[in-house]
Structure formats: structure tokens, C-alpha cells
């Protein structure tokens, strides 16, 4: 039996959409869905009853947090997986290209916690920067501009719903993949003069520090404002423009979304969700 964690996320909605209907697969997560195993790494003896009779665990990545916060977190599960006789354990983690960013850590922690693991078989899908979250990051205005301390840096941004794609194929069939790290990045890399002209929008870049003014003045967390500055400096320093060389399209079965227009399609989305609101 296959548990997925985390299905109310963005990830792992699209993942348990694509196994709807399997009787070997069981779903997680902390919100309260019919059907669904309560799973919240927040509680570990909760887990032992949420890990009963699972062979393979899609283990999603339990949310942005401060590192210590994310790192108990997935002890906590790879520990009770551990005790539960799970075999094998797929984790999406963080693309090597992002070990740059704030919140690299906590995926290299888990990654080697697993290949630590004396009893668990495991696979590493190292994913790269959505692009969906380029929407948020690179959101046009209403003011006609694009505003966002991107210089001429580009993200080779991949489409949640390919990453959804291969965790699910993944942990459908995991042992030829026991072992593995495969990483994923996007097909093509999308600069903020690109971003702007799929959405009609001029592109103002600004630099990291009006970006941190910015973001400390508005509704971000603390620990999100050094996330988000330090994502758009690895972006605008081409840390993250190094797009997929074969592995997406291997894994998929089928040519990878364009990741351009996913952005256009997730900003036109955020904008009908503000104008709803
Ligand atoms: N590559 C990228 O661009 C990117 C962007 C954002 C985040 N991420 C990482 O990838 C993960 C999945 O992305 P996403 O877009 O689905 O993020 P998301 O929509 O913010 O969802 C957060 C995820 O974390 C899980 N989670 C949080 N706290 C948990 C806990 N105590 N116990 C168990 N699960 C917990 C949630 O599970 P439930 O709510 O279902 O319990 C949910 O799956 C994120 O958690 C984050 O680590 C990657």
C-alpha cells in the first residue's frame, strides 16, 4: 500500500488527483478530507496508526518553517516509517542547484537521514522552483509593471503539475527507482522581461534591498522575508538557470508543460482570486 502525505498542499492535491480511484493507495494529511489518514508530523504518536500496513510513503515536504521546525517534522515521520515496516520512502525534496536557498537545509538533512536509514529503501525527487511560485514571486501590478529584484538573472521554473506527475509514477512503482536522486528542473529558464511580456506588463527591476523593504512592510512571516530575498538572489545570479537536461520528459513519459505559460495561467488565476475577493 502507497500513503501520500500532505494532500491538501498544491503538490499533493495534483499527486492524489492522479491516483484517485487506486485501492492500494491511501491519502494523508492534516486537514480534516473524508477518506484521508490524519497524518501531522507535528504529532508523532499520531503517526504509528497514519503508517499502519503502508509499504511505500510519498513523503511530501512538511511546509516552509524555520529549520528546526521542518527538520522535527520529517524525523519525525522517516522515524515512525522506520517503525511502521514502510519499505520505501520517496521524498520530494529541493533541486541541487537550489542549495543556495535559506530553506535548502532541511532537504539535505532528510536526504541524508534517509540514506542513513539501515531498514528504508529510498528515492530523491530533488524539485526545482515551480513555476507557479513565480507567479507569487514575479507578480505583475496594477500598475502595468513587473516589479522584482530579478536583474537579468533567469529560473529554469517546472510546472507543479509535471512534479505531481512523476512523484505519483514514482511511488507507483518505486524499486527501479531505489537509490535515485533525479533532478528537476524546469525545460527552459524565464527572465522578468519574459515573464513580463506573457503578461503585458512592463518589466522594473528593483534591487534586493528595496525588495526586503518590501516584503518586510507587508503581511510575510519573519522567516520568509530572508526565504524570498534570498530565492530572487539566487535567481537574479543565475544560481537556478540551468534548465532539465532529459531527466523531466524520461520520468513523465510525455514532453514537460511550458512552464511560461503555467506562469501566465497561475497569475491570471491570482488575479481572478483578488478581484473575487
Ligand atoms: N519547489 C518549489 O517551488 C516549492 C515551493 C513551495 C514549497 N515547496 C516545498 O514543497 C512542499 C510541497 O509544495 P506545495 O506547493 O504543496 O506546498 P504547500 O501548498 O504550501 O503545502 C504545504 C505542505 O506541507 C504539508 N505539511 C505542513 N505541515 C505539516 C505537518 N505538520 N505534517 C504533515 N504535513 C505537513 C502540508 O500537508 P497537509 O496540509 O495536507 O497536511 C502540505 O502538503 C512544501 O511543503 C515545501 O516544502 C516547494
Known sequence: MLLVTGVS???GQLVAERLADRDDVVLGTR????????????????????????????LISAGYGEDDTVIARHEAAISAAERAGVRHVVYTSLSGAGDHL?????HRWTERRLSASTSLKWTVLRNGLYAELLAFLAAPGADGRLTAPLADGRLAAVARADLAEI??????????????????????????????AATGTAYEPETLAEARERLSASEARAFEVPMLVGT??????????????????????????????????????????????
Open 102 to 106: 535559506p530553506y535548502a537545509l532541511p
Open 31 to 58: 486537514a480534516p478530507l473524508p477518506g484521508a489518514r490524519r497524518v501531522n508530523f507535528d504529532d508523532p504518536e499520531s503517526l504509528p496508526r497514519a503508517f499502519a500496513g503502508v509499504d511505500t510513503l510519498l
Open 232 to 277: 530572487y538572489s539566487a535567481i537574479a545570479h543565475g544560481f537556478l538557470a540551468t534548465p532539465d537536461a532529459g531527466t523531466l520528459p524520461t520520468l513523465l513519459g510525455r514532453t514537460p508543460l511550458d512552464p511560461l505559460a503555467v506562469y501566465a495561467e497561475a497569475v491570471g488565476a491570482m488575479a481572478g482570486a483578488s478581484a473575487g475577493r
Open 9 to 11: 498542499g498544491g503538490l
Open 167 to 196: 512523484a505519483a509514477r514514482v511511488a507507483l512503482d518505486p524499486a527501479p527507482h531505489a537509490g535515485r536522486v533525479y533532478e528537476l528542473a524546469g525545460p527552459r529558464a524565464l527572465g522578468g522581461a519574459e515573464l513580463a
